[in-house]
């Protein structure tokens, strides 16, 4: 049984940063793209940032510069560094791990809030 743990999340002023950690047990992810997605209300879900098996990574326009995305493969854990929070940034954020759309899993969603 895959699962995947976030944590992290949290409230914090404008300008502040947050590091949100995504812990998954069940299997063996290194050849998983990990990623983050956020959704904030009355929006759709969308990709804030991935980091491939192979490397490579890509975010959204909205947070390229400010946001980082890193994986530990022996740990089967993604993280993500967010500075330079701004209120547009408030969201749930969800941990998502997939494999060539045949297989993905998700994360329960974590809050972050940002104050302005």
């Known amino acids: 049984q895959v699962q995947l743990v976030e944590s992290g999340g949290g409230l914090v002023q404008a300008g502040g940063s947050l590091r949100l950690s995504c812990a998954a047990s069940g299997g063996t992810f290194s050849i998983y793209v990990m990623a983050w997605y956020r959704q904030a209300p009355g929006k759709q879900r969308e990709l804030v940032a991935a980091f491939s098996s192979g490397g490579n990574t890509n975010y959204a326009d909205s947070v390229k510069g400010r946001f980082t995305i890193s994986r530990d493969n022996a740990k089967n854990t993604v993280y993500l560094q967010m500075n330079s929070l701004k209120p547009e940034d408030t969201a749930v954020y969800y941990c998502?791990?997939?494999?060539?759309?045949?297989?993905?899993?998700w994360g329960q969603g974590i809050q972050v809030t940002v104050s302005s």
């Open positions: 998502n791990i997939n494999y060539k759309s045949i297989i993905n899993y």
